[in-house]
């Protein structure tokens, strides 16, 4: 008998922008008359959806031809279709889970390029995703940049660089964007050095720290949502998008700016501060604690924070055993857990990559 005949073509690719059905494959050709029909023709390949700021999913292949009375066998299943295009997205703001481990960490769960959602902690005093590679499995192409950096608390690591998605679950997913993978560390690992909170890798969401210098990742959110992040740790959610509280008090810079420091009932010091969602419990210079360092400063002190100017109280707290800053060497204050603890915070990536911080 005669060949059977060619599949039909597939579905074409949806197009870019709201995520649409995916496109079925077209039917196969029927397999020509014969004693022995020949096999029927491959499907045709089945289309992709369009996107609405995540992939569609896969379309269907094209149903195997089918063979005469006489004919051949039913032909293969078509394949995948192209990819769809990237499109847009129509949402204003959108929120993901946070969690506080040990009162002080907060954790999100996020998805590297497909694979498993993992912990990272949500860190305001510092620029760029950094993963411990053991938790990823996936291949995430070729390495487009290497450095070394390094935490406060005393890992240094060095990385290599890589274009990929990050998706925050619920369809929250971003535009390919550089993402850090640690290859080596000391002491000990990444995920080691995370141990308190659980997480393995910091989600570094600062626009002015600058290091280690790669993608904030909410600047790759698609449309309105990479205007800026809420981090209301009382309701327990991470919000994308404009701020929705109104009111409160912007200062410029985020996380670095400058305050107006008083220690109990002292006067009012200028000083440089980061407002650093991952820092626990802060530290504070020696010079504007009036303590030595390499020590705490004692229970029972009151630390106040002003606008640069000391007209307006941004937050105050009196320290306890457990909750008081470590007292450094060095010229630049770090708030630690405690100004977002005690009220909603919005850091803006407007001004690009000097931010403002809102206290709501």
């Known amino acids: 008998g005669g060949e059977g005949g060619s599949g039909g073509a597939g579905g074409n690719a949806g197009g870019a922008g709201t995520g649409g059905t995916a496109g079925s494959g077209g039917a196969g050709g029927f397999g020509g008359n014969g004693a022995d029909g020949g096999n029927g023709g491959n499907g045709g390949n089945g289309g992709f959806g369009g996107i609405n700021g995540t992939f569609g999913t896969n379309g269907a292949g094209g149903t195997g031809g089918l063979g005469t009375l006489l004919g051949g066998h039913n032909g293969n299943i078509g394949l995948n279709g192209a990819t769809g295009g990237i499109g847009s997205t ?26 498993q959602m993992v912990p990272v902690l949500l860190d ?94 909410v600047t790759a959110m698609p449309g309105l949502l990479n205007n800026g992040v809420l981090i209301d740790e009382s309701a327990g959610i991470l919000q994308f998008g404009p701020n929705t509280l109104t009111g409160g008090i912007t200062i410029s810079g985020a996380p670095i700016s400058t305050v107006a420091v008083q220690i109990d009932n002292g006067p009012l010091q200028q000083a440089p501060v980061m407002f650093d969602s991952g820092g626990i419990n802060g530290t504070i210079p020696s010079a504007l604690a009036s303590l030595p360092s390499g020590g705490f400063v004692p229970a029972g002190t009151t630390i106040s924070v002003y606008t640069s100017d000391g007209q307006t109280l941004l937050y105050s707290y009196t320290t306890t055993a457990t909750n008081t800053p470590f007292v450094t060497s060095g010229g630049v204050m770090n708030t630690g857990h405690v100004p977002f603890a005690q009220q909603p915070i919005y850091v803006s990536y407007s001004p690009t990559a000097i931010g403002t911080t809102t206290f709501n």
């Open 90 to 115: 129509t949402l204003t703001n959108a929120t993901v889970p946070l969690q506080l481990v040990n009162t002080t960490e907060p954790v999100v769960f996020i998805s590297l390029n497909g694979g």
């Open 124 to 217: 305001t005093g510092s620029t760029g995703l950094v993963m411990d590679s053991q938790f990823l499995t996936q291949n995430f192409g070729p390495v487009i940049g290497t450095g070394t950096a390094g935490y406060a608390g005393g890992l240094t690591y060095n990385y290599n660089t890589y274009s990929t998605t990050v998706d925050f679950g619920n369809g929250l997913l971003t535009l390919p964007t550089s993402v850090n993978v640690v290859t080596s560390s000391s002491p000990g690992t990444l995920g080691n050095f995370l141990s308190r909170s659980g997480a393995v890798g910091v989600l570094g969401i600062g626009p002015n720290n600058g290091f280690p210098g790669t993608s904030s990742i």
